[in-house]
């Protein structure tokens, strides 16, 4: 009965969120890059950088809309389209789909470089395919290369994409041997919200095992996606690489999509290390309103717990399960304890 309800549930509110293609979260006079200033983006920070994450909340939002209305406003950002190959500029919105049999997936991304790094960000599966994507499928799993398993589903969604991203990698592969004598050094941030950071997900596991130089993975409201071989096989790459501080996803307080596939402990057809498992380090909004003053970052005392361990205080709070997933409520957040207040956009 609570597998139903938290299926239709699912499905009414993956649907939600579909308004967030409709605007660009307003940054005001914000800049992208500003010389001095502590809240631009850092492509190479010496830990984690709280900045660095609102940023790639709003990208995350950004991705979500028409492809010209997200170039423009990586534009404004300072990032330009180069015109050949070896432009240290890249500004690409990477938008395919297919059909995976029992459902079709589209994926979306956007690749953004410039001469000091290079932001991933995946949009992910349209909200029709999330539900598919996230539950009926959460038994498939699919091998990646000697990492582990990953969650079918998301990895089939990178796939879609995943020729265009390879032909950007050669392209950095030939430019960094050629320009600077070595290889893979430039930083690459990925990001993404909702099936888009589980997308996101795997994509850094996959560029971290060909060498190239992932300097931070930071996701917002991400389902699991990986079994417990996968994850810790990554966070052991990230830990030899020195950025293991750098796998961080973000959690809004009773956001349900970051807790499905449900994590059980109880599941009598699979051993336990087999289950679904997170990547990364969780940094945990709680709070009400941004403007109240009682957003603070901390992890979650609750958040290992699997949805059937504690159902009633989930069904309770239902109302806030797709409002807490929003990405808009992420921005505000990181907002708040960033800026301390919003923008101003008169």
């Given at each position: 009965?609570?597998?139903?309800?938290?299926?239709?549930?699912?499905?009414?509110?993956?649907?939600?969120?579909?308004?967030?293609?409709?605007s660009?979260y307003c940054?005001?006079?914000?800049k992208?890059?500003?010389?001095?200033?502590?809240t631009?983006?850092?492509f190479?920070?010496r830990?984690?950088?709280?900045?660095?994450?609102?940023?790639?909340?709003?990208a995350?939002?950004?991705?979500?809309?028409?492809k010209?209305?997200v170039?423009?406003?990586f534009?404004?950002?300072?990032?330009?389209?180069?015109?050949?190959?070896?432009?240290?500029?890249k500004?690409?919105?990477?938008?395919r789909?297919?059909?995976?049999?029992?459902?079709s997936?589209d994926?979306?991304a956007?690749?953004a470089?410039n001469?000091?790094?290079?932001?991933?960000?995946?949009?992910?599966t349209?909200?029709?395919?999330?539900?598919?994507l996230a539950?009926?499928r959460?038994?498939s799993?699919?091998?990646?290369?000697?990492?582990g398993e990953?969650?079918?589903?998301f990895?089939g969604?990178?796939?879609?994409?995943?020729?265009?991203?390879?032909?950007?990698?050669?392209?950095?592969?030939?430019?960094e041997?050629?320009e600077?004598?070595m290889?893979?050094?430039?930083?690459?941030?990925?990001?993404?919200?909702?099936?888009?950071?589980?997308?996101?997900?795997?994509?850094a596991a996959?560029?971290?095992?060909e060498?190239?130089?992932?300097?931070g993975?930071?996701?917002?409201?991400?389902p699991?996606?990986?079994?417990?071989a996968?994850?810790?096989?990554v966070?052991l790459?990230?830990?030899?690489?020195?950025?293991?501080?750098?796998?961080?996803r973000?959690?809004?307080?009773?956001?349900?999509v970051?807790?499905i596939?449900p994590?059980?402990?109880?599941?009598?057809?699979?051993p336990l290390k087999?289950?679904?498992?997170?990547?990364?380090?969780?940094?945990?909004?709680?709070?009400?309103?941004?403007?109240s003053?009682?957003?603070?970052l901390n992890?979650d005392?609750l958040?290992?717990?699997g949805?059937?361990?504690?159902?009633t205080?989930?069904l309770?709070?239902?109302?806030?399960?797709?409002?807490?997933h929003?990405?808009?409520?992420y921005i505000?957040?990181?907002?708040?304890v960033?800026?301390?207040?919003?923008?101003r956009?008169d």
């Amino acid at each position: 009965m609570l597998q139903t309800v938290f299926l239709i549930l699912l499905f009414s509110g993956v649907a939600h969120t579909a308004g967030l293609a409709d605007s660009v979260y307003c940054i005001g006079k914000r800049k992208f890059i500003e010389k001095g200033s502590p809240t631009q983006f850092d492509f190479r920070p010496r830990g984690f950088s709280l900045p660095n994450a609102y940023w790639l909340a709003v990208a995350s939002n950004n991705v979500y809309r028409e492809k010209d209305a997200v170039l423009n406003e990586f534009k404004r950002w300072g990032f330009v389209e180069g015109k050949e190959p070896q432009d240290d500029n890249k500004l690409f919105f990477l938008d395919r789909a297919k059909d995976l049999g029992a459902f079709s997936a589209d994926t979306q991304a956007v690749w953004a470089e410039n001469r000091d790094g290079i932001i991933l960000v995946f949009r992910g599966t349209t909200p029709e395919n999330a539900a598919d994507l996230a539950t009926d499928r959460a038994r498939s799993r699919e091998p990646l290369r000697d990492l582990g398993e990953v969650h079918a589903g998301f990895l089939g969604a990178l796939k879609i994409v995943w020729g265009d991203i390879d032909r950007r990698m050669a392209q950095l592969r030939r430019r960094e041997r050629n320009e600077q004598g070595m290889r893979y050094q430039k930083p690459i941030w990925i990001s993404g919200h909702s099936l888009g950071a589980a997308i996101a997900t795997i994509a850094a596991a996959k560029l971290l095992k060909e060498g190239f130089n992932v300097a931070g993975l930071y996701t917002f409201g991400s389902p699991r996606a990986d079994t417990e071989a996968f994850a810790h096989a990554v966070e052991l790459m990230a830990h030899d690489r020195g950025m293991r501080e750098q796998l961080v996803r973000f959690v809004n307080q009773h956001d349900i999509v970051a807790r499905i596939p449900p994590f059980t402990g109880l599941t009598a057809e699979l051993p336990l290390k087999e289950e679904w498992r997170h990547v990364g380090r969780v940094k945990y909004f709680t709070g009400k309103k941004p403007e109240s003053g009682s957003v603070e970052l901390n992890t979650d005392p609750l958040f290992t717990v699997g949805l059937p361990q504690f159902p009633t205080e989930l069904l309770d709070k239902r109302d806030d399960w797709f409002r807490d997933h929003n990405v808009a409520e992420y921005i505000r957040k990181l907002e708040h304890v960033v800026f301390g207040a919003p923008a101003r956009c008169d």
